[in-house]
């Protein structure tokens, strides 16, 4: 076997994962780091990483250790980031570098993490064409 096609279900798993944690802990579990405000104070729980928009995206810095201690409490097994990246979603190293992880200096710390972008709303709204609603004459 060449390989491909072998961990699919595991792979869309991976990238299911990933959207469906961003949807539903985007605004509340990833601190903004250019807030309108100006400070951030807001404390955040069980924080998983960070967020900013970049390029017409949301982009997410998720912090491994905090991402993996969730991924145990909802019994989600390893994340094939692979994966997320070949679906566009991860952020790869420019250079050809290996490995998934950024190094990003944070309120004067330097942090690693995965760099995520949130490709859905817009991806959708360029691809799709309405269909015009039946009976109307617009």
Same mark, same amino acid.
């Given at each position: 076997s060449d390989g491909k096609g072998s961990g699919s279900s595991d792979d869309n798993a991976s990238i299911d994962f990933i959207k469906a944690t961003i949807e539903r802990f985007g605004e509340s579990r990833?601190?903004?780091l250019e807030s309108p405000e100006g400070k951030f104070e807001r404390i955040i729980n069980d924080q998983l990483?960070?967020?900013w928009f970049e390029k017409k995206h949301n982009v997410y810095f998720i912090l491994p250790n905090a991402f993996d201690s969730y991924c145990i409490q909802v019994g989600q097994r390893a994340i094939n980031w !692979?994966?997320?990246e070949d679906a566009g979603m991860l952020v790869a190293k420019e250079g050809g570098r290996k490995g998934f992880q950024f190094a990003k200096k944070i309120d004067g710390v330097r942090k690693r993490g995965y760099l995520v972008r949130q490709i859905e709303a817009y991806e959708q709204m360029v691809n799709s064409v309405?269909? !015009?609603p039946k009976g109307s004459n617009n």
């Open positions: 990833f601190r903004p990483g960070y967020r !692979k994966a997320i309405p269909e !015009k």
